[in-house]
């Protein structure tokens, strides 16, 4: 079956950095995507990433390993409004989108 | 930027009642969604459009209708709302110009959710 994989709940400091990783298993591969949703509002987008490798974007990057069904999310200089949930998505072979439950992200001073 | 709103941001009905949910968007994206969000689980598809009158159903469909007359709007309906429908909707636009065809949801863009119970 097709599944994704992401820690439920994680936990850093401010000014510190953190990893949000995701494992994934689809019948076939188009991409993988990460989403922010801070609690009580909508997913926004944050990243794609279908060629191996890292792809930065201000403070936050996105790897991703296609041979072995991985990626992650890799947050810099964390600030407080980063607390949220972030969501993992793979686009199978047939482009539809498996997601992942999210990993909440608890930020403290 | 992107706008995608929906009718409501809490509704509370009771079982058997028919609901209409309604999302639009400003972008001219040919292609809406509609998920479910429910604790523990990852964003569930219940139906996509990729154009005007034109529906696909997703992974969970049972329970639901939409409707998609205009192509700004993409409307989901409850025919006779159950308890187990109690969950957060949220819709989604998405341009095309991708490979996969009509529907491939890349970059989404999501409205504030509708949160449902059902009593």
């Known amino acids: 079956g097709q599944n994704i994989d992401q820690p439920t709940e994680m936990t850093a400091t401010e000014g510190a950095i953190v990893q949000i990783n995701c494992t994934y298993q689809t019948s076939g591969f188009n991409g993988l995507f990460w989403y922010q949703q801070h609690a009580g509002e909508a997913p926004t987008f944050l990243s794609y990433n279908v060629l191996d490798g890292l792809e930065e974007k201000g403070r936050f990057s996105s790897f991703l390993s296609r041979s072995k069904g991985y990626s992650y999310l890799l947050l810099k200089e964390l600030q407080m409004k980063d607390s949220a949930s972030y969501l993992c998505a793979a686009l199978d072979s047939n482009y539809q989108l498996i997601w992942g439950a999210g990993t909440k992200l608890i930020i403290k001073p | 930027d992107v706008k995608v709103t929906q009718s409501s941001r809490y509704l509370v009905k009771r079982t058997g009642e028919k609901v209409f949910l309604e999302c639009v968007q400003d972008?001219?994206?040919?292609?809406m969604f509609w998920y479910r969000q429910d604790p523990g689980l990852g964003l569930r598809l219940i139906y996509f459009s990729y154009d005007v009158k034109m529906k696909e159903k997703g992974d969970i469909p049972e329970g639901y209708s939409v409707s998609r007359e205009k192509k700004e709007r993409f409307s989901l309906i409850l025919e006779s709302a159950s308890t187990n429908q109690t969950s957060m909707y949220l819709c989604?636009?998405?341009?095309?110009?991708?490979?996969?065809?009509?529907?491939?949801?890349?970059?989404?863009?999501f409205g504030p959710g509708t949160r449902l119970t059902v009593t």
């Open positions: 972008m001219d994206h040919e292609n």
């Open positions: 989604a636009s998405s341009p095309p110009d991708r490979p996969g065809g009509r529907g491939a949801p890349y970059e989404q863009y």
